[in-house]
């Protein structure tokens, strides 16, 4: 029976709002007490007044596997992330081959299994190969374990195949999550249309093309009483939709990534191919609406959308790179600038990483509570640190934040009790 | 022809109109105003560049660009390799980066680099040692073409300063409509596009120009008529509905030119496509049409970027 003691720490659950400075004991991978009793034959660890959270629940993640392993391996996706503070990770279909068959589901949770720090809750594939033709086996997959489905950086185009996801994943209690992007208007843009676009001679993606993705798909969850989430969500009349949704009582949900609160398009000034992101990063009206928008609740969560390439995909002419950028390490970090601008508290940018997402997906994670599991996260939250491209954990490089001082770092991180970082 | 007191292209190379400052575009079009003279006069300056590489690195069909580079490198005497896409090995998967590290190995002093895709030449620039020269990226920027044009200009009005230029056509596509945008407006010209909406990049008036959809109303009081290339795929891609309805609305003939100024000059990059932008009538009309001397100005123009752009080669020799 192993013990662990975690003293003077700043416990900090934002499930229940329990923000105290203790001590935390874990027994055999469970959270046992917070009492601050001494304990028997426990191990102790002095915290030092360092922040204690729940580990980090990633809702959205490519991790290379199966298919693209020169890029990452769940192996190095689970390095990255324990540096990162998350502790599960749910990992997108669109793989090589997508993750449209029960044995592909179960062979993802058991590779994240094996790396014993990380688990790995994969999405199924919402149609087959992610093609957005035919469904795939909702039921067979949500058996296996698939959390909800989605084609992942793909949107589901057709408004047919959309209807028929919604309705059809409301027997297996699943959402569908959709990549906001009306395909034919986004076309073959690299950059959102605009100013910034046309100096750069780059074929455009308008903002609209978002909005107009969401109000459809927002007219289909009202038609068929499904659980649409909207994934990466970058613009202000997006997310505009996705407040009167939820007023009006719909089943509508939302994520976000730190590029899109963080950064606005002129990261990509100077051709800039690792800020290339798939939604095209925005203007700054846009980005100050993700803001907002994370203070005012309309964001469930905020994901790493992190998404591996290696060096050959980047370096390339900007509108043939490929989009997308890594983010399991930065996802805390990038987080914390927003607490530290004064824009969210820090239970409540917490709760966008821990709580909230794992309540969207009813599992049991992201919580500090007597016999939950003890997956936990201790950061510093003002110690300093660089994004330094070729320095990040894991093998992908390719983050938008390179060279992005930023404070709040990663001290440890906890898997069921055992020590995976720090 | 040196002393200038500043560094011309600070960078090392042209890339982008876009960041000149004026006083730079200035020294440009004076240095290649004098070579427009010594090349009148049939001289030529073959001790300049003489030992030195200029590779002609072109991903896309050129001819006339290709021709002015290969032809203002022979006149300063450096040694000119042409390479094409087709007959290079780029078409068997290498990539523009492989491209660039065995260009480097070679020594090469100097690249003109023609790409369909924006941003190719600054990523090439960041890998190699020679002096890069973009002759067109993607629908980026066409540095010396702008260059020519304002050269022809300021020889045909005097100066470019508050002279009204009206850009006409496809400016969405057009890397060489943003990088005379970019140019002349540094140059305190009066821009103005004009074209279907179709056809007008996003925001265009942020940078700096005034926006027509109208030619009689684009083209009044312009002392200079711009004409671009209209490519076939832009009606198959459906931007524009045919050639017979562009023509009639987007077309230069003489009864649209007739409410610019009397002595309004017409240009076009080429290569034109006569009775779908512009009449032949007006193309070749030589009290009004300028084309032929924006050839002969791009030689120029390009010798004069072609001995900025070696200075540095040549200090350190």
Same mark, same amino acid.
């Given at each position: ?21 203790? =001590? ?10 917070? /009492? ?12 030092? @007044? ?22 990452? #391996? ?9 540096? @990162? ?50 469904? =795939? ?89 499904? $659980? ?37 398009? #002129?990261?990509?000034? @100077? ?26 609740? #309309? ?40 607490? $530290? ?13 821990? /709580? ?67 | 022809?040196?002393? &200038? ?23 440009? +079009? ?9 090349? %009148? ?54 990539? +523009?980066?492989? !491209? ?39 629908? *980026?920027? *066409? ?34 409509? %943003? ?12 821009? %103005?596009?004009?074209?279907?909406? !179709? ?13 027509? *959809?109208?030619?009689?109303?684009? +083209? ?26 562009? &023509? %009639?609305? &987007? ?67």
């Amino acid at each position: 029976m192993t013990k662990l003691l975690i003293t003077n720490a700043r416990i900090l659950d934002p499930g229940s709002g329990l923000d105290t400075v203790g =001590s935390l004991l874990v027994e055999d991978g469970r959270i046992a007490s917070l /009492s601050g009793a001494p304990a028997e034959g426990a191990e102790t660890l002095d915290a030092g @007044g360092a922040v204690l959270c729940p580990g980090l629940v990633d809702l959205r993640a490519t991790v290379g596997e199966p298919g693209a392993e020169h890029r990452e #391996t769940i192996a190095s996706a689970a390095e990255a992330a324990a540096a @990162g503070g998350i502790t599960t990770l749910c990992a997108l279909p669109d793989t090589e081959p997508a993750l449209d068959d029960p044995a592909l589901v179960e062979f993802v949770i058991r590779r994240g299994e094996a790396t014993g720090s990380l688990t790995i809750l994969p999405w199924g594939a919402a149609t087959k190969s992610c093609a957005g033709k035919e469904l =795939s086996e909702f039921g067979l997959l949500r058996e296996a374990g698939a959390v909800g489905f989605t084609d992942g950086a793909r949107a589901i185009g057709p408004a047919r195949t959309m209807r028929l996801a919604l309705s059809y994943a409301r027997a297996f209690g699943a959402m569908i999550v959709q990549h906001p992007e009306e395909p034919s208007l986004a076309g073959t843009g690299a950059a959102t249309e605009g100013e910034l676009a046309t100096r750069l001679g780059l074929p455009g993606i308008p903002a609209a093309a978002e909005a107009i993705q969401v109000a459809r798909d927002i007219a289909l969850a009202r038609l068929t009483g499904g $659980h649409v989430h909207f994934a990466h969500v970058s613009t202000a009349a997006a997310l505009d939709l996705i407040r009167e949704a939820k007023a009006e009582g719909l089943r509508v949900s939302c994520d976000t990534a730190p590029p899109y609160f963080d950064l606005n398009e #002129t990261a990509i000034g @100077g051709f800039r191919t690792y800020a290339k992101l798939s939604p095209p990063l925005r203007r700054e009206e846009d980005r100050l609406a993700v803001v907002a928008a994370l203070k005012d609740g #309309t964001v469930d969560a905020i994901a790493s959308d992190h998404t591996p390439w290696d060096a050959d995909d980047k370096r390339l002419p900007f509108a043939q790179a490929a989009p997308g950028g890594a983010g399991l390490a930065t996802l805390l970090g990038v987080t914390l600038a927003r607490v $530290h601008a004064g824009d969210l508290a820090l239970p409540e940018a917490l709760a966008l990483l821990t /709580s909230r997402p794992a309540a969207l997906l009813g599992i049991e994670a992201g919580r500090i509570a007597p016999g939950a599991p003890a997956d936990l996260c201790l950061f510093h939250p003002t110690r300093a640190w660089q994004v330094r491209d070729g320095k990040l954990p894991g093998k992908a490089q390719n983050s938008p934040f390179d060279g992005r001082a930023l404070e709040g770092r990663v001290i440890g991180t906890w898997k069921r009790g055992k020590r995976v970082f720090g | 022809m040196s002393g &200038f007191s500043f560094p011309i292209l600070p960078t090392g190379h042209l890339l982008a109109i876009e960041g000149l400052e004026p006083p730079h575009i200035s020294a440009l +079009l004076d240095l290649a105003e004098s070579y427009a003279l010594l090349n %009148r006069q049939g001289k030529t300056q073959r001790d300049l560049l003489k030992g030195r590489t200029l590779i002609n690195l072109f991903f896309e069909d050129s001819t006339r660009t290709r021709t002015s580079f290969e032809l203002a490198g022979k006149r300063l005497g450096a040694d000119i390799v042409n390479m094409s896409v087709s007959t290079s090995s780029v078409n068997k998967g290498e990539t +523009l980066l492989d !491209t660039a590290a065995t260009l480097n190995a070679m020594n090469t002093d100097l690249l003109v680099v023609r790409h369909g895709q924006s941003g190719a030449p600054a990523l090439l620039a960041q890998k190699v040692d020679a002096a890069v020269i973009n002759a067109g990226d993607g629908t *980026h920027e *066409h540095p010396t073409q702008a260059l020519l044009d304002a050269l022809t200009i300021r020889r045909r009005r005097g100066r470019l300063e508050e002279l009204v230029v009206a850009i006409c056509g496809d400016v969405l596509h057009s890397r060489v409509a %943003r990088s005379n945008i970019h140019l002349l407006s540094a140059m305190g010209a009066r821009l %103005r596009v004009v074209g279907p909406p !179709t056809l007008i990049p996003s925001e265009c008036a942020r940078l700096g120009v005034e926006v027509f *959809h109208d030619m009689r109303a684009g +083209l009044e009081g312009a002392d200079v008529v711009m004409m671009l290339r209209l490519q076939k795929e832009r009606m198959t891609g459906g931007l524009v509905p045919s050639s017979r309805e562009y &023509f %009639r609305f &987007f077309g230069l003939d003489a009864a649209k030119l007739a409410v610019a100024k009397p002595d309004a000059i017409v240009m076009h990059p080429g290569p034109m496509n006569r009775g779908i932008e512009i009449d032949s009538a007006v193309a070749d009309d030589p009290a009004r049409s300028v084309i032929g001397e924006q050839v002969e100005m791009g030689v120029a123009v390009r010798m004069a970027v072609l001995d900025v752009l070696s200075r540095r080669l040549r200090r350190n020799a």
